[in-house]
């Protein structure tokens, strides 16, 4: 199979599994993964891994097993959970085999970037990206940081601005590496204000109730 072939048959492939757990957008977070898991049979771990290595598929004996780096933020630790979910339904064989690390790319890159292909598709669907593009009217060649952050808010998907600013590279709607130095998270901020657990009244708010617990 081409290169090509293999990376929509990924894309065919998460459809398939979209459909067979019922999974919508905006309701996909990391509790629905976890099910999903659950009936797999996949144990989660989650580790101390290092910096480079965001996660590792195990499977002995039969018995399937997801490590996971304990210092990923949300969004990157969902998209890592169902990257492993392309390797346990298509790489096991190897895997058997000893283990395979997320993020040594060298040693298999057809693979891993199957399972990014995957991910990204399960996570929000490329038909739904351009009909939410198309909806802001976003176009080609003339796309601002503004409604990268527009898209963002829009789109009720879980995903971060890479994953946002890697699809519009990858559509061509804006040069690649174009945005590489955008600070969009700032920028919405500066836009819509800060996120409610940012805001220096509820770290306040918290840090008493946290001290409060403690005693
Ligand atoms: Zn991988």
């Not at 490329?126 to 898209?151: N, R």
Request: charged residues 30%; glycine residues 6%.
């Amino acid at each position: 199979m081409r290169r090509g072939e293999y990376y929509e048959a990924m894309k065919a492939l998460a459809a398939e599994k979209r459909a067979k757990y019922a999974v919508s957008t905006s309701q996909l977070g990391l509790r629905e993964v976890r099910t999903i898991y659950k009936a797999e049979g996949i144990t989660i771990d989650m580790w101390k891994l290092s910096p480079r290595i965001r996660a590792v598929y195990m499977c002995d004996d039969g018995d399937p097993s997801v490590l996971i780096s304990r210092a990923l933020p949300k969004e990157p630790r969902l998209f890592v959970m169902v990257h492993e979910l392309k390797h346990h339904y298509r790489d096991r064989a190897i895997i058997a085999r000893g283990g395979m690390k997320c993020g040594d790319y060298n040693a298999n890159q057809v693979i891993e970037i199957g399972a990014e292909v995957f991910a990204a598709e399960f996570i929000y669907p490329e038909q739904e990206f351009l009909d939410c593009v198309a909806q802001l009217g976003i176009e080609a060649g003339t796309c601002t940081p503004e409604q990268v952050v527009e898209l963002k808010r829009a789109c009720g998907a879980h995903i971060s601005y890479t994953f946002l600013r890697k699809r519009l590279e990858w559509f061509e709607f804006v040069e690649p590496g174009e945005f590489a130095k955008a600070q969009f998270q700032k920028l919405e901020e500066s836009i819509y204000g800060l996120p409610i657990y940012k805001q220096p009244w509820f770290q306040r708010y918290r840090a008493r109730k946290t001290h409060a617990k403690a005693k």
